[in-house]
C-alpha cells in the first residue's frame, strides 16, 4: 500500500465508524485490565459473560484480592485457561494493591511487570484507557496487516513497528480498533468479504484478488483469541 492508499483505508474505517469501541464491556481502568488479560485464547463474548458476575462482586483490587484464586476461577470457568489467569489476576491484584495503591499503574514498564501482562495486553490498556496511540496486535490485526499490505511482517512485534511507522497521526489512536473490528467482521480468516469490503480500492490483496488456497497465517491461531 502506498501512502495515499494508506490514507484512504482509514478515512474510510472512520467514516463508517467515526468512534470505534472495544467490545469488552468494563466500567474502570481495573476492569479493563482484568477484562483484556482474560481474554487471551478467548472471545471477548465468552469474557463479558465471565466478568459481568466477577466484577459486580470484586469492582477493585483489594475485592478481587479478598475473593480469592478459587473463587475467581469459579467465575470465569467458562473461558479457556481460567485457572492459571485466576492465578494471575490475583497476583496482579496484590502488586496493585502493595505497590501502586490499588491504581492501574500509566506505564508500559509498570503494566508488563504485572503476572498474566504481557506486550499486548499493556498496549490496549495504554491505548483504550489513557488514550496513547499504541496498536496491539492480536490475530485479527496480523490478518489485515499482511493481507493489506499495512504493514506487512512475520511477527507480531515487526507488525507492531510497521504500524506505529505507516499509519497518519491522525489515526493512530483508533487504528488498534478499527483493524480489529475490520479482521473480526469483513477480512475474516477463511473467508474475506472483498466483495462487499469499503477499503478494497486501497488494499493490495482485494485490488489483485487473494492467491489461491490462501489461508490464515497460523503463528497468532494458537496463541491467540478474540
Ligand atoms: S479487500 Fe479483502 S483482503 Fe483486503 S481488507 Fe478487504 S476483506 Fe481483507
Known amino acids: 500500500m502506498t501512502p ?48 459481568r458476575t466477577l466484577f459486580a462482586r470484586a469492582p477493585t483490587p483489594q475485592r478481587m484480592l479478598d475473593l480469592g484464586v478459587d473463587v475467581v476461577s469459579g467465575h470465569i ?7 492459571t ?13 502493595q505497590q501502586h495503591g490499588g491504581v492501574v499503574p500509566r506505564t508500559r514498564e509498570a503494566l508488563e511487570q504485572l503476572p498474566g501482562v504481557g506486550r499486548k495486553t499493556a498496549n490496549v490498556v495504554l491505548n483504550v484507557a489513557f488514550g496513547e496511540p499504541t496498536c496491539a496486535v492480536d490475530t485479527h490485526i496480523f490478518r489485515v496487516a499482511n493481507r493489506s499490505g499495512l504493514a506487512p511482517g512475520k511477527d507480531p512485534l515487526t507488525v507492531e513497528m510497521g504500524l506505529l ?9 483508533d487504528a488498534h480498533h478499527w483493524l480489529i473490528l475490520h479482521g473480526r467482521y469483513v ?28 489461508l490464515e497465517p497460523r503463528r497468532l491461531q494458537s496463541s491467540e483469541g478474540g
Open 77 to 83: 470457568r467458562t473461558i479457556g485457561l481460567f485457572r
Open 187 to 214: 477480512c475474516q480468516a477463511r473467508q474475506p468479504q472483498c466483495g462487499v469490503c469499503s477499503v478494497r480500492t486501497w488494499c493490495d490483496a482485494g485490488r489483485d484478488g487473494l492467491p489461491a488456497g490462501w
Open 85 to 97: 489467569k485466576a492465578k494471575n489476576l490475583i497476583a496482579t491484584c496484590g502488586i496493585l494493591v
Open 165 to 173: 511507522e505507516r499509519v497518519p497521526a491522525p489515526y493512530r489512536e
Open 4 to 51: 495515499d492508499d494508506i490514507e484512504h483505508f482509514f478515512a474510510t474505517l472512520r467514516a463508517a465508524n467515526p468512534r470505534p469501541q472495544t467490545e469488552l464491556v468494563y466500567t474502570s481502568v481495573f476492569e479493563l485490565l482484568a477484562a483484556v488479560l482474560l481474554s487471551a485464547q478467548a472471545t471477548d463474548v465468552s469474557v463479558n459473560k465471565a466478568t
